[in-house]
């Protein structure tokens, strides 16, 4: 069984930084992409970024309301993806996910439903 384990959430002002970390816990789990979700109080779970490699190439993947804020970074090696969040709202707040998917196919990168293995959820929250 692969366990997923997150750590770097935390309570920062608006405007400020976070990285969060996430790594596997059997480097022999093959995994296409990793990506990172998050929910918040009262709301579904959403699409944050993810990364994913193929053919010694590296691609990313964002929401609109991340992108130019967040970079999503990774060692398929090792299993490991990070995100680094900067600038951030008020409204990031929220419980992240990381997640690794065996699926090939960007097309369901965004979608939660095709991710194998999830972590625990940290805690991000930003105070205004």
């Known amino acids: 069984q692969v366990q997923l384990v997150e750590s770097g959430g935390g309570l920062v002002q608006a405007g400020g930084s976070l990285r969060l970390s996430c790594a596997a816990s059997?480097?022999?789990?093959?995994?296409?992409?990793m990506g990172w979700f998050r929910q918040a109080p009262g709301k579904e779970r959403e699409f944050v970024a993810a990364t994913s490699w193929s053919g010694g190439n590296t691609y990313s993947y964002y929401a609109d309301s991340v992108k130019g804020r967040f970079t999503i970074s990774g060692d398929n090696a090792k299993n490991t993806v990070y995100l680094q969040m900067n600038s951030l709202k008020p409204e990031d707040t929220a419980v992240y996910y990381c997640?690794?998917?065996?699926?090939?196919?960007?097309?369901?990168?965004?979608?939660?439903?095709?991710?194998?293995?999830w972590g625990q959820g940290t805690q991000v929250t930003v105070s205004s």
């Open positions: 059997r480097r022999t789990f093959s995994s296409r992409a």
């Open positions: 997640a690794a998917t065996i699926i090939s196919d960007s097309y369901y990168y965004t979608l939660s439903a095709y991710y194998d293995y």
